[in-house]
């Protein structure tokens, strides 16, 4: 399926149903493809989603049955394999969620959780769930810290569980928890009896994330050389490496990847799923299943069920995966998307957005404002820019509405030669002390400073104007709107000034700012221009 991007070019593969497509989009070079064997790699790789079991263990994170419900549809939806849906023996409450999930008739396998022994076993049974997923340790630092058992008796209880949850129809998965902190040898022979019990597959838990790339790509090939069922891989992201050795895992011919949504998950979480099945498509062409134009809808959904926030960085789902600020990125980016991008946003469904701030160029202002029909010159796009970056170094950041406001506010100040410019200004406010303005004001080549006071900075501001230029000046109205609800929002103000001896004479004014006082004064100032064209001898006194 085609789909267009921003720019309105088709792009191949954006349903997620061909890895191959997607693939071929990029430019990913040989440097990635030299390092892929094909004989090794799988064709397809399952995602299990562990959101609603592993994600849901993310400190200060408790979804309602409804919650789970919701989410468990929402991976459905976007072509989750095999979803985990909870642990039951937990809780009354976890056993009713998870049969709950298991009734909804979902294409996704659904499982549950369990350890090793018949109790957990039951409470999966009681579920429904048709699926279980077994566990126990295998690492000497669990085996004798925490469950005091030996290696045989391990193995021993591993096949027993087994023999168990068959026996009543149920499809198994087993982990040896902890196994990449487990000796290699004892690992194989593990590896091999829960095989051997004929498990449906074996999933290699980095409990604690401590693997890098190059080991887990070993471990798995080593393990493969023994093990006739699909293996799977459980990465946790302790050192930021659950995504890198998830695709380790694949390159070695792993066939399964366990991930959440967000990477939510104990401690530093578990493999992103955006992440792992965006690049298994993108770099390995792998068949995922997904449909990465759901990634972030649903990203979104799990974040605001959880109350853990996306970070803006995040990549393919944050805030500022697609989004540009950097002059040079942009001007790149508006020839050829694929310059500044690994992929386009409309793959993962998300929208380029080109940020206004302190890096921002002529080429990224004139683009948006092109998207609101805005036609700007070049020397009010160079005043804009000016503007827009003295703002922002003060921290200012821009949303669409106020970069429109100070585009109109350059665009409506016309070319005409000002004849009244302010050279200084100051303002003195405060809490039992009065207002009180002082400006300096060229006129046509004559300085004049005056002082006033006021009720507040603002009328202070004007009388002091009013002062130095002339006293027929008169305020007929004054009017300020925030353009957005934020405090730092850009604020408009809107000045109309008369002359007292006529009237019929009303000039406008306008100015877009951060600071009230100071937009307010410039406003004024444009607005004292464009009344000394209509009214020649406003200064003449």
Known sequence: MNVPDSE?????????????KVRDMFAIGDNIRKVIDSSVLPKSVK??????????????????????????????????????????????????????????????EVLGLSRSNKKDIDAVLECGTGSIHLFIATSDIHLKNKLKITRE????????????????????????????????????????????????????????????????????????KICRVPIAVHCHDDFGLSVSNSLAAVLAGAEEVHCTINGLGERAGNAALEEVAVALQTFYGVETGIDLRKLTHVSRLVSKLTGVAVQPN???VGDNAFAHEAGIHVHGLLGESST??????????????????????????????????????????????GRIKKLSEGGKKFDDAELIALAYDVLGRGDEPAKIRLDEFAVFTGINFTPTATVTIDIEGK???????????????????RSAVSKNIVLKEFRLEAITGGSDSLCEVTIK????????????????????????????????????????DLIAE
């Open 497 to 536: 000034l008369g002359d007292r001896r006529d009237e019929s004479i009303i000039s406008l004014g306008k100015s877009v700012g951060a600071d009230i006082v100071i937009t307010s004064v410039e406003a004024a100032i444009t607005a004292l221009n464009r009344l000394c064209y209509i009214k020649n």
């Open 153 to 224: 008796q391990a193995i021993e209880k591993a096949v027993e569980s087994i023999d168990y949850a068959r026996s009543h129809g149920l499809k198994v998965e087993f982990s040896p928890e902890d196994a990449t902190r487990t000796d290699l040898t004892f690992l194989k022979e593990f590896v091999s009896a829960v095989q051997e019990a004929k498990a449906d597959r074996i999933d290699i838990p980095d409990t604690v994330g401590i693997m890098i790339p190059q080991a887990m790509n070993y471990l798995i090939s080593e393990l493969k």
């Open 340 to 385: 500044y991008e690994a992929i386009s946003p409309e793959i993962v469904g998300k929208e380029r957005a080109f940020v206004v701030g302190k890096h921002t160029g002529t080429h990224a202002v004139q683009a948006k404002l092109k998207n609101y029909g805005i036609e700007i010159e070049d020397s009010q796009l160079k005043e804009l820019v």
């Open 47 to 108: 995602i299990l989603d562990t959101t609603l079991r592993d994600g849901e263990q993310t400190p200060n994170v408790a979804l309602s049955i409804d919650d789970k419900i919701r989410v468990a549809q929402a991976l459905d939806e976007i072509g989750v394999g095999i979803i985990e849906a909870g642990f039951p023996i937990t809780s009354e409450w976890e056993k009713e969620a998870v049969s709950r999930i298991a009734k909804l008739g979902l294409k996704a």
């Open 8 to 20: 309105g070019k088709t792009v191949p593969g954006a349903d997620g149903t061909s890895g191959s």
């Open 314 to 316: 995040k990549a393919i």
């Open 447 to 465: 300085q004049k400073r005056a002082s006033e006071t006021g009720i507040g900075p603002i009328d202070s501001s004007l009388n002091a104007i």
